[in-house]
């Protein structure tokens, strides 16, 4: 996966979790909790549903990572490299 | 046969711990006593009508755009959509101390508002200052029990106000007798003032079929009439559960919805020795024409009364404590019209082992059952207006009947009087949901299931 097909395929997920979630204003270099209103149970969904579609296994350690569109597509280009 | 996760009892919370794991993965397992779902939230067939039993009304009320509330964190992280579950808000309830006071509350807190400080004209700003309190509190947060009514007392300096804001919480989720933990007082206080009250459109027989239509969607399996009768575990740590059939099923991880004594005696503890009160509930239900419905209140939901000087929530020491209860309207709320009859409920405190002392006589069981209605209704008349004449069938149930039914000990449906939080018993893949684990109500109930589940099994996997 390129980095901007993981960046399309977080905001999937995310669109999916909150069908109104407003990505035109979103900072990619941001927080998602504060510019999404995305709570901890939000993050679990995320970090379940890259495990459901591409058998990812993100340790809870490593949930941090996953704080900014940016931190998330950095994070996770090598974990999604031959997908 | 073995599966990864494994959860006993399909109710409320039951459902929807099954439901937050079949949306990652479907190896899930829900296992039923009875030949139906739903638990405390239930109903049955007479003569052709669908009776519903346990719900009065859901608490936690929210709008759709309040993305943070209770009720819609449920429906996000279930995959649920309002539009789908159409949800009709209450008229008004009251909390009606007969000859004394009276106070409505809705979904909008400022008639609640308006009606204690218009009624308790001194207690202003002692309310204002409880208000704040509940406000700023956090209730999720670990710490040792603090009473209720030395915190109200604190500021509200009247037992009669203290009592009535009690009543409805208490008899709505509390497990304790006559005074609660103040994060259980905030949470209820949140639930059923702040936030308010609602039922679905339809029958809990259609909520319930949409939660199990949505759980086999997702690929999730249920069985029915499939007793636990035993949980085997090694070094705390379980292994597989033995249905009454004989079958033997493995499993990584076992959540138990059924409570906490109870799941301790599959587990082959000995529970016989604690001696902690549970509260035990008698509920009647009568159905009247609906010709009938314009001589009885029609803009009340739910009335919350207590007609004894102090209110007592606490077991009774004869069968049923008539000086307070709960009279419900099923058919008194927003956008609901019923058609050919309608539904009064009525509930008080009731002590199991007066019940159970009738258990060998099945003639006397039944007079007292015939007899306590008949005094519900001679009591809740005074505050609704005769209706007697006009029932055409009516059903009592005893805490013998919520215990058979629901499998809650002593028929007690708010559970062990400590709960645990952490939904921890000891065993390190065994976790409490639903009532025991402490988050009470429909919403409440299904939101524990939803939190054990991602705390303990999805963030383990």
Redesign the interface.
């Known amino acids: 996966m390129t980095r901007n097909d993981i960046k399309e395929l977080i905001m999937e997920i995310i669109a999916d ?2 069908e109104d979630a407003d990505f035109d204003s979103l900072k990619p270099d941001q927080p998602l909790r504060d510019q999404l ?1 995305l ?1 901890s ?2 993050f ?2 995320i970090v ?2 890259l ?2 579609r591409h058998k990812l ?1 993100i340790p ?1 350690e490593d949930y941090p990572q996953l704080a900014s569109l940016d931190s998330c597509v950095n994070y996770l280009e090598p974990l999604l490299k031959d997908a | 046969m073995s599966v990864p996760l494994l959860i006993i009892g399909s109710g409320l919370s039951g459902l929807a711990a099954a439901i937050r794991y079949a949306r990652f993965s479907p190896d899930v397992l829900l296992l039923e006593k009875h030949a139906r779902i739903g638990g405390l939230n239930s109903f049955f067939h007479r003569n052709g009508a669908l009776i519903e039993t346990g719900l009065h009304a859901i608490t936690n009320y929210a709008e759709p755009k309040d993305k943070k509330a209770p009720l819609n964190q449920l429906f996000r992280q279930l995959k649920l959509n309002r539009k789908d579950l159409p949800l009709q808000e209450q008229i008004q309830s009251e909390i009606c101390f007969p000859n004394r006071e009276s106070l409505l509350f809705s979904n909008d807190f400022n008639l609640f508002y308006s009606q204690v400080v218009s009624k308790f004209p001194r207690l202003t700003a002692a309310f204002d200052q409880v208000l704040a309190a509940i406000k700023a509190y956090d209730p999720f947060r670990a710490r040792p029990f603090i009473s209720t009514r030395s915190f109200l007392s604190d500021s509200i300096r009247d037992p009669l106000l203290i009592d009535m804001i009690l009543c409805p919480l208490m008899y709505y989720g509390s497990c304790s007798e006559n005074d609660m933990d103040l994060g259980q007082f905030v949470i209820m206080f949140r639930a059923i003032f702040l936030e308010g009250m609602f039922r679905p459109r339809g029958t809990i027989k259609d909520l319930l079929d949409f939660l199990l239509n949505h759980y086999t969607a997702f690929g999730g399996k249920i069985r029915l009439n499939s007793p636990v009768v035993k949980i085997c575990h090694k070094d705390k740590k379980v292994s597989a559960v033995e249905l009454a059939s004989g079958e033997v099923i493995e499993c990584d991880h076992l959540l138990s919805t059924i409570g906490y004594r109870e799941t301790l005696r599959l587990l082959g503890q000995d529970t016989s020795h604690e001696s902690l009160t549970r509260l035990g509930f008698i509920e009647s239900i009568f159905r009247l024409p609906v010709s009938c419905r314009q001589e009885l209140p029609l803009d009340r939901t739910i009335i919350f009364y207590n007609q004894a000087d102090r209110f007592r929530y606490e077991r009774p020491h004869r069968h049923v404590d008539f000086n307070s209860g709960v009279i419900c309207f099923p058919s008194n709320f927003h956008g609901i019209r019923p058609e050919g009859y309608f539904e009064i409920r009525s509930t008080h405190l009731a002590d199991y082992h007066s019940w159970k002392s009738l258990q060998s006589s099945p003639l006397l069981y039944g007079e007292k059952k015939r007899e306590s209605s008949r005094r519900s209704v001679e009591t809740i008349e005074k505050i609704t207006g005769n209706f007697r004449n006009n029932i055409v069938y009516e059903d009592t149930f005893t805490p013998l009947t919520v215990e058979r039914f629901t499998a809650k000990l002593e028929g007690a449906i708010y559970g062990h009087p400590r709960k645990f939080k952490d939904g921890l018993i000891g065993y390190g893949n065994l976790f409490l949901a639903g009532t025991d684990q402490g988050y009470l109500g429909i919403v409440g109930s299904m939101l524990s299931g939803i939190s054990m589940v991602n705390r303990h099994i999805l963030s383990a996997l």
Request: no cysteine; proline share 0%; aromatic share 0%.
């Open positions: 979790i909150d209103d709570d149970m939000d679990l969904d379940m549903e495990r459901k296994q809870e």
